[in-house]
């Protein structure tokens, strides 16, 4: 079990990693942080697993964590149907 611990915080690290580097692109930066939420799940999945506790708070997590990528993902095509890419570099946020 500890292994399974182990290995997604390692992936946790990982995503954090790309998010940083690819943060030029914002369909880049939206599957880095999906790739985060659900190896946060099952981090906080396995903690709660070890206590014997409810796993109904997962359930609010997984949720919440859809409806942010459901928003991000219209935000990304609103994006692409006005400057035509998704390049960060290009776009200056203080014009909006």
């Given at each position: 079990?500890?292994?399974?611990?182990?290995?997604?915080?390692?992936?946790c690290i990982f995503s954090i990693l790309i998010f940083t580097l690819f943060y030029k692109h914002i369909l880049l930066t939206l599957?880095?942080?999906?790739?985060?939420?659900?190896?946060?799940?099952?981090?906080?999945y396995y903690i709660l697993l070890n206590f014997n506790m409810n796993?109904?708070?997962?359930f609010i997590f997984f949720t919440i964590s859809?409806?942010?990528?459901?928003?991000?993902l219209s935000l990304l095509?609103?994006?692409?149907?006005?400057?035509?890419?998704?390049?960060?570099?290009?776009?200056?946020?203080m014009k909006w």
């Open positions: 079990m500890y292994m399974n611990f182990y290995f997604n915080f390692m992936l599957i880095s942080l999906e790739f985060i939420m659900i190896n946060l799940m099952m981090i906080i796993m109904i708070f997962i859809v409806c942010e990528s459901v928003i991000g095509i609103l994006l692409i149907r006005y400057m035509g890419n998704d390049y960060m570099k290009i776009m200056n946020l």
